[in-house]
């Protein structure tokens, strides 16, 4: 089992920066991607960006909506994955949710508000 723990959300102004972490416990060997899904109440959910590991390759994806706003990165020595937002807008507010996978499988964290106000 892996358990995360997201921390950074809130509310901020639109064109303002905001910085979500989460920190992956337990069972943390062979996490392959770790990544960023957002979802507002009555629409899909999305995948905002992740950041895929293979041996020392890292590849990351972005969604066209966050593309040069959003930068994903990983720390695999602390095993945590952050998501440095810039330039928000008022279409960004949402509830962002950690997920990982680990050997197929996987592991979401609670998700945290960021709201972003015009």
């Known amino acids: 089992q892996v358990q995360l723990v997201e921390s950074g959300g809130g509310l901020v102004q639109a064109g303002g920066s905001l910085r979500l972490s989460c920190a992956a416990s337990g069972n943390i060997f062979n996490i392959n991607t770790m990544g960023w899904y957002r979802q507002v109440p009555g629409k899909q959910r999305e995948l905002v960006a992740q950041?895929?590991?293979?041996?020392?390759?890292?590849?990351?994806y972005y969604a066209d909506s966050v593309k040069g706003r959003f930068t994903i990165s990983r720390d695999n020595t602390r095993n945590r994955v952050d998501l440095q937002m810039n330039s928000l807008k008022p279409e960004d507010t949402a509830v962002y949710s950690c997920?990982?996978?680990?050997?197929?499988?996987?592991?979401w964290g609670q998700g945290t508000q960021v709201t972003v106000e015009s």
């Open positions: 950041i895929t590991t293979v041996s020392t390759t890292s590849t990351t």
């Open positions: 997920v990982v996978t680990q050997l197929g499988r996987y592991y």
